[in-house]
């Protein structure tokens, strides 16, 4: 027997019954980007691998450990994207878009990197991700965390906590962490081994550990709030205000130091306890240096990132998943006279500029068969014409969703009827 082939570990199929809640998503995102004057821009999977090296950080375990990378045939190293933000400073840069203009940009996709598979975490991923380039205020910082909640609202999801903090600039982090190199020194007997290789090359992530045995160790490691330089606390302290004035509560942690080397000034995270261990579904930063590192003009910056299978999975949890992408009426065709007319009926439907969606059956099959098909396609109402119908230019409507009784409507007068019942629900 052949073998079945199965899917790559750590990257997984999205099938039609999930990608309602993916759709349901993606849409509040676009709509809401729009809101706030964000166009999206596309870009290449591949990067050459440099600009990884660069930007991340060569001490990251993106970039040590979990990046997709190999040569092609022209002898280039390149990597498959494991997040958004270089690639898009890349493009602004290669393409002019920062001589003298300001960018608010956003792009959705698959990121990869070559992680344990474990819940909420794979190896090919998707993120939504927003960037605003050029603006150096905490006004953009606040406007897009108001951004994200305006989306957890619009999807209805709850429980959601906002962690901030401020890594100042690279001065006054030099100063920080040449104290916390040395009070980590001071506990060296304790470190785990990845602590240890990252005191010299990032030991800011020692912050972000997770091993229970280094936890309180962690807690008494001075903090980075209190070596902030006067320009960074009161951006920070602006940032917090405005928050506050906005309505958006917040909980100031000086242990968030994010795991990409170009963040500097605002980082925060949004959490759930909803999802066990992988708790962050949206995070981002301000990395004003970046640009200026890729090779254009000092620029500052901000963005962040949300992880798609991590929001669907709290849609699920929530009871938040809708019917996008199912079928408004399902079509039911019986007798030959109905088969003739059908498709032609279909797309006099979709002609009507309602936005109607209707699923003709095809392929046949029993009257009982087709309410059956009718009725697990998620429709609404299952429109039946037989020949009795096309005789006297009519069309049964039967709701599938126990919403009255069924009635028999004119075809001219269908797509209005429809339209009308289906209302509240599109509205």
Known sequence: MTEILQAVRGMNDVLPEQSSAWQQLERVARETLAQ?????????????????????????????????????RGGD????????????????????????QRQKVWCMGPMFRYERPQKGRYRQFHQIDAEALGFPGPDVD????LMT???????????????????????????????????FRAHASVLDADS?????????????????????VVAGAPSITDHLDPESAEHFATLQAQLSAAGVEFVVNPRLVRGLDYYSRTVFEWVTTDLGSQDAVCSGGRYDGLVAQLGGEPAPAIGWALGEERIVELMRLQGLVGNEGRPDVY??????????????????????????????????????SQLK????????????????????????????????????????DLAVELSRALEPETA
């Open 331 to 368: 079509l039911v065709l019986a007798g030959a006279a109905a088969d003739a007319v059908g498709l032609g009926l279909a797309e006099r439907l979709r002609d009507a500029g309602r936005g109607l969606r209707v699923e003709t059956n095809c392929g046949g099959g029993s009257f009982k």
């Open 149 to 183: 909640a305006r989306m957890w609202r619009r999807l209805g999801l709850r429980g959601l906590r906002l962690n901030l903090n401020s890594l100042g600039t690279a001065e006054s982090r030099a100063v920080y962490r040449a104290r916390l190199v040395d009070y």
């Open 142 to 145: 606040a406007e897009l965390i």
């Open 77 to 100: 190293s390149l990597t498959l994207r494991p997040e958004a933000t270089a690639g898009i400073v890349r493009a602004a840069i290669s393409n002019g878009l920062l001589h003298n």
């Open 36 to 72: 706030y004057g964000y166009r999206e821009i596309r870009l290449p999977l591949l990067e050459r691998t440099e600009l990884f090296k660069r930007s991340i950080g060569e001490f990251t375990d993106i970039v040590e450990k979990e990046m997709y990378t190999f040569e092609d």
């Open 196 to 216: 240890a290789r990252r005191l010299d090359g990032n030991p800011l992530r020692i912050l972000d550990s997770k091993n229970p045995a280094m936890a309180e």
């Open 373 to 412: 098909r009718a009725d697990k396609s998620g429709a609404r109402y299952a429109v039946i014409v037989g020949d009795d119908e096309v005789a006297k230019r009519v069309a049964a409507v039967k709701s599938l969703r126990g919403e009255g009784e069924q009635r028999e409507i004119a075809f001219d």
